[in-house]
């Protein structure tokens, strides 16, 4: 973290809005900040006109730190507000989502398209035995069956629990379990560059003693898949889908505060965290930066790489564009499948004017060189959003020049699961960027950096990322876990949110982001929780004890280095660490896979017994190692500098 500070304290390169960008902004009154700041619930009711509400809302927020209600007792529906309402007012022929399949099949959905397709879905759902307020896991590959299922799930008031399709199986059964849900929507197979991803068979792993009663299967790869369906649990989407109504369906009408979703994220025990989010404020948040962040137009076309089982997919994939009634591109497979320029490719043929990636992935076009880039025309483009972890400023400066061709602003956007929608980010017509700056809170979000007692630090310092006050699409607590929500998000500073990012403010007050303050890591724009590792390396029988920490990596950002003690008896071995990183990543998922396995005969532990993580670190980046003396046995520090150098 040190070096990627230094870095960005000699960042000196401004870009100020261009005056063609800053005259056709949404956003283009500067005193919006303040006013926003002056009576945010005066801002924030005024984004929520651009909702359909079925009744308004009697006051715009009741905050009782920790918990914030917004828009008390308004009712709407999220699918209505994403779908019905643009059928509604004309835009029924109107393309809502642009699918690219990876083996090059497509489908253009009509909103009007869309609606039919969620209706039945909904239908469909109804037909499991599923009600307001039940739980429906969704395990699918990006195909439109998923964006689909979410909004089936709005329509009728259930709540959606997505899992990533890179997920295990263990990973999965983890989340049905906590969630308790009766459904589960899952596909055969999806593709990974040209390969099957077993979805269907991890499900059927996944469900074995857990309340799924349902398993409603998408037919994606075919015969290939070669998958099992289990008489009376198992049916597919498409014959299911035969036998409902084709009648339209009314949406239910939520209140504004029911639960919209759950959507699991690794914190810093083993045991990942279901973020409830709700239908008013959420739905507010999301279609806000729509506006705001990304100043979006009717006629955008709006490319977000992410998958839509992050967040970033649920919000700028489906919920904030589709409320906004925008087209979307929506991409089922790998970047560099069949060639290095495929999203490229994809830019041009849909004529994309935003594109939003992360920087993990830039770092990935820049490594592969800008030719791939140039194959391809992609004038049509006018904003790009960066989003999931520090850009460093010479990825940033590429994609200025190779992918904005100088032209397009960027907009950093510093959130997270918790905080539903972008929070730090410039408005591109009023903000001028710094490369590796996500800037300024946005109108209406009291972001600030404060040091050890909560203070605001002066400009110049660094601290802790807090936010003030609360927000509309704010998580409301913690699934199941009330307790576990206080203490981690506002065990710090009294009535004051820690989103678990430490941050400098330079001197025009601008944030730059420096990366996680607690035990989690950040691979590719992917949270892993150091503890969950841990945990899944110790399940293991020959290990005995591990530590990981993540150290930098070029292109994903952070990469996972695990320090492992053996069992007595237990010879380390090439096999081994190959055995104990598949290990991993059946229990959690490929992205969770250690880059490297250290074996040692000791960890370095303080007098008091605790794992130095931070010496680990210096280690695995090979740093001058800090002061040692905390620790209960320094020859342990030698023995691992020199194993480390081993497996280099
Ligand atoms: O550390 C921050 C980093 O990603 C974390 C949130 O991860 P997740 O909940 O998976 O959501 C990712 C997509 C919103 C944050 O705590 N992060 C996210 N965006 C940025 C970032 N770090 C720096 N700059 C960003 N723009």
Known sequence: ?????????????????????????????????????????????????????????????????????????????AAYNCVDRHVRKGKKNKVAIFWEGEPGDSRAITYGMLQKEVDVAARMLQSLGVKKGDRVTIYLPMIPELPISLLACAKIGAVHSVVFGGFSAKALRERILDADSKVLITADAGYRRGKPIPLKANADEAVVDTPIEKVLVVERFGKDA????????????????????????????????????????SGTTGKPKGIVHTTGGYLVGANT??????????????????????VTGHTYIVYGPLSAGSTVVMYEGSPDYPGRDRFWDICEKYGATILYTAPTSIRMFMKWGPEYVKQHDLSSLRLLGSVGEPIN???????????????????????????????IAPLPGLVATKPGSATKPLPGIFADVVDEEGQPVEPGNGGYLVIRKPWPSMLRTV?????????????????VYLPGDGAHKDKDGYIWILGRIDDVINVSGHRIGTAEVESAMVSHPSVAEAAVIGRSHEIKGQAITAFVTLREGVESSEDLVAELKQHVVEKIGAMARPEEIIFTAELPKTRSAKIMRRLLRDIAEGRVLGDTTTLADPSVVDELKSRYKESD
């Open 479 to 495: 699934w199941g876990d009330d307790e576990r929500f206080r203490n981690t998000y506002f065990g710090k500073f009294e009535g």
């Open 393 to 423: 400023p010479e990825a940033w400066m590429w994609y200025h020049e190779h992918i904005g061709q100088g032209r397009c602003p960027i907009v950093d956007t510093w959130w997270q699961t918790e905080t539903g929608c972008a929070m």
């Open 289 to 310: 930066s729509l506006r705001s962040v990304f100043d979006l137009k009717d006629d955008d076309v709006f490319f977000c790489t992410a998958d839509i089982g992050w």
């Open 226 to 265: 070669g998958i099992e369906m289990k008489e009376n649990r198992d049916i597919y989407w498409a014959e299911l889908a035969a036998k409902v109504s084709r009648e339209p369906l009314a949406a239910e009408p939520m209140d504004a505060e029911d639960i919209l979703y759950l959507l699991y994220t």
């Open 1 to 77: 973290m040190s070096n990627h500070l230094d870095t960005l304290l000699q960042e000196q390169r401004l870009f100020e809005p261009s005056q063609s960008f800053r005259q056709q902004a949404n956003f283009s009154d500067p005193s919006i900040y303040d006013r926003a700041s002056e009576n945010p619930e005066e801002y924030w009711a005024e984004q929520a006109t651009y909702l359909d509400w079925f009744e308004p809302y009697e006051s715009v927020c009741e905050w009782d730190p920790p918990h914030a209600k917004w828009f008390v007792n308004g009712k709407l529906n």
